[in-house]
């Protein structure tokens, strides 16, 4: 049969193979499930790629070297204790399951192995199978690999998708299948079951989690742990949700300046920042002192204060442990003062998924030979640690330039002199102090020698009410002055053209109430029921000659409060009353009853200019009027020389915080 092509003599009680003249075109041959004890040799069967010897008695592999196209061989269910005699063949599919194979060897030569089968052994490493960069299939299960760290031997396998390992020792670890998806990622089938992504999101972000991922573990691992300690309202909690407290934090690689930066920061702002040292577990930097740049803690110390819900952020930099306390921000807040702090890009990450709302400032050395350079004769970091600092400039640019709007600004380094004078040009306009704080401070001094300019004898006592007050005293400090202005407004973002004419009312309103002026928009607050606008003339008035009337009566603490009204020919007294806007009158107001809280004593002197005829002396010198039907009808005088309530409460200036007095 010189054309035989394939050759099938499986299931038969044969010892041997090959017994006669082998065809040249021979290709595939099948000799299973028989009983042959050994292999001949085929060096005379060069064209053959296909020998399948299953189910025989086989204990040795060789005669094989010549079978130069060989490309699948099986010798599954034999007695082969060793894997050796394949040469440089070019087998892709190799099966050797069920056999008595220890040990994974002699396959350095197999260069385009593609799919192996190696189950039902007793195999206890993976070792031999590295460097098989086609290697695509493998069938390890019922062997006796044990070690989760077997795994690494195979992990750079580029083409590996499918892998078995059932009933196999380490099938009992705890981590086992998240580990080996972790660590052979493209793997689409392992134990004959097909991977999903997010089994392989869940092994990504255990074994190898992204820094969001671990800035948002950290983060709610430090929620966890503080929401198990007694709750109080922190002194960073402020009343307005629109302001939250203020924060500042100075960003960069290390060494980069920042900590030098922070401290000449907080002095020259001294009223306006205090520095935040957070706390960490590695050792003071020559020239660092303990609880002036850091808090230097140990490990122990550092865990239990973890558990303790302390930390308000915690990272890790370079095996080291750092965190920043809720005690640190705490005790700033206390004193009225915004915190400035310097950290690492971890650190950020884990800030930004806090209630907190810093400023970030970027600070980064442009050059990198000079930063390298400085690097080297601070003699404080190895070689390692200098090439990772310095690759970590690139990261800091790339963050700011993948992320818009990831830090606030970015100022060069390369100067730490020019850097700093940036750095306060930038702090300048976050607080407002360039221009807008000046025009305030102008305004409070013009506001403060307006009101003194106005003293007298009737309103001595008043004055010196206020400049005794301790509150008032308060109030004028520059510190507080700073704080209220600069840190609970500037922050903010830019006042609208509506709010500034609100502010600019404001002010004006506080500066008649110290003057002693009322209002009168304000003067409805007191009243306890309606105040109709009569809309008929008054009758009893002649309405031929302008007519005044004043109505005196004390004011608080001696000032006094003298209001006029006048009506000019020909205008009605609706009208009068609506253009008047806060004279006596329209505060006269004609309620019922008890409502009335101002009334006309004796009229005053008239001046010599003015005349009023008998019927308008005598209605002027009746006390109090009460509109009914639309007509005035006089009351019974009743003395009442309050002009309005709460005339003897005591002026009570803006609460000041509790720390600042």
């Not at 079951?193 to 820094?211: D, G, Q």
């Amino acid at each position: 049969m010189p054309y035989l092509i394939e050759l099938s003599a499986s299931h038969n009680e044969l010892t041997t193979f090959f017994g006669f003249k082998p065809p040249k075109n021979l290709k595939k041959v099948d000799f299973s499930f028989n009983k042959i004890p050994e292999m001949n040799d085929l060096f005379r069967y060069k064209g053959l790629t296909r020998l399948i010897l299953d189910h025989n008695e086989i204990k040795e592999i060789k005669g094989l070297t010549n079978c130069s196209a060989l490309s699948h061989l099986s010798l599954a269910h034999n007695k082969i204790t060793k894997m050796e005699g394949f040469g440089k063949l070019p087998i892709k599919i190799l099966c050797l399951s069920n056999n008595q194979i220890e040990e994974i060897s002699c396959l350095e030569n197999l260069k385009i192995l593609q799919n192996l089968d190696l189950s039902g052994n007793k195999i206890s490493r993976l070792k031999g199978l590295e460097n098989h960069d086609l290697l695509e299939i493998i069938n390890l299960e019922d062997n006796k690999i044990a070690e989760l760290s077997e795994i690494k031997h195979i992990e750079n396998l580029p083409l590996l998708r499918v892998l078995n390992l059932l009933k196999n020792p380490l099938q009992d670890k705890s981590d086992y299948w998240l580990f080996v998806l972790y660590t052979l990622p493209r793997l689409t089938e392992l134990d004959r079951k097909k991977i999903n992504v997010e089994e392989k999101v869940e092994a990504e972000n255990k074994y190898a989690p992204p820094p969001e991922v671990v800035a948002a573990q950290d983060h709610l691992k430090n929620i966890v742990y503080s929401m198990m300690q007694p709750q109080r309202i922190f002194d960073s909690t402020l009343p307005s949700l629109d302001a939250p407290y203020p924060m500042l934090v100075l960003v960069g690689p290390q060494a980069g300046g920042k900590r030098e930066l922070a401290h000449r920061l907080c002095r020259q702002f001294s009223t306006f920042f205090r520095y935040g040292s957070c706390h960490t577990t590695r050792l003071p930097y020559f020239g660092e002192g303990d609880r002036v740049d850091y808090n230097f803690i140990s490990e122990e110390v550092f865990a239990e204060m973890l558990n303790m819900g302390k930390f308000i952020l915690t990272y890790k930099y370079n095996k080291h442990n750092y965190g920043l306390t809720r005690d640190t921000v705490e005790g700033i807040a206390r004193e009225g003062l915004a915190s400035c702090i310097h950290m690492d890009i971890e650190g950020v990450r884990s800030l930004k998924h806090s209630y907190f709302e810093p400023r970030y400032i970027l600070l980064v050395p442009m050059n990198k030979v000079k930063y390298e350079g400085n690097l080297r004769r601070m003699g404080l970091f190895s070689r390692s640690e200098i090439e990772f600092s310095v690759a970590r400039v690139d990261y800091y640019i790339e963050i700011n330039q993948d992320f818009p709007g990831y830090f606030d600004a970015l100022i060069n380094t390369d100067d730490l002199n020019t850097a700093y004078q940036n750095l306060c040009q930038l702090i300048r306009e976050y607080l407002g102090l360039s221009d807008q704080l000046g025009k305030d401070m102008s305004d409070i001094t013009d506001f403060s020698k307006e009101v003194y300019a106005r003293r007298s004898p009737e309103n001595e006592e008043f004055f010196w009410h206020l400049s005794s007050n301790s509150l008032f005293s308060d109030f004028l400090d520059s510190t507080d002055r700073n704080y209220v202005i600069s840190l609970s407004a500037r922050l903010l973002a830019e006042e609208i053209p509506a709010e500034i004419t609100s502010m600019q009312k404001r002010r004006e309103a506080a500066r008649q109430a110290l003057m002693g002026k009322v209002p009168a928009d304000y003067t409805t607050l007191f009243q306890r029921g309606p105040v109709p606008t009569p809309i008929s003339a008054i009758t009893h008035l002649d309405r031929t000659s302008p007519t005044r009337m004043w109505a005196k009566s004390k004011f608080a603490d001696g000032i006094s409060l003298t209001p006029s009204l006048s009506f000019s020919e020909g205008s009605s007294y609706r009208e009068s009353l609506l253009m008047s806007k806060g004279t006596t009158l329209s505060s006269l107001a004609h309620f019922p009853g008890e409502s009335t809280f101002i009334s006309l004593e004796t009229p005053s002197p008239l001046k010599s200019d003015t005349y009023l005829d008998k019927e308008t002396k005598e209605q002027l010198s009746k006390p109090s009027f009460e509109l009914t039907d639309r007509k005035f009808k006089v009351k019974s005088p009743v003395y009442q020389p309050n002009i309005r309530s709460g005339r003897n409460v005591k002026i009570v200036l803006p609460p000041i915080p509790q720390c600042r007095k």
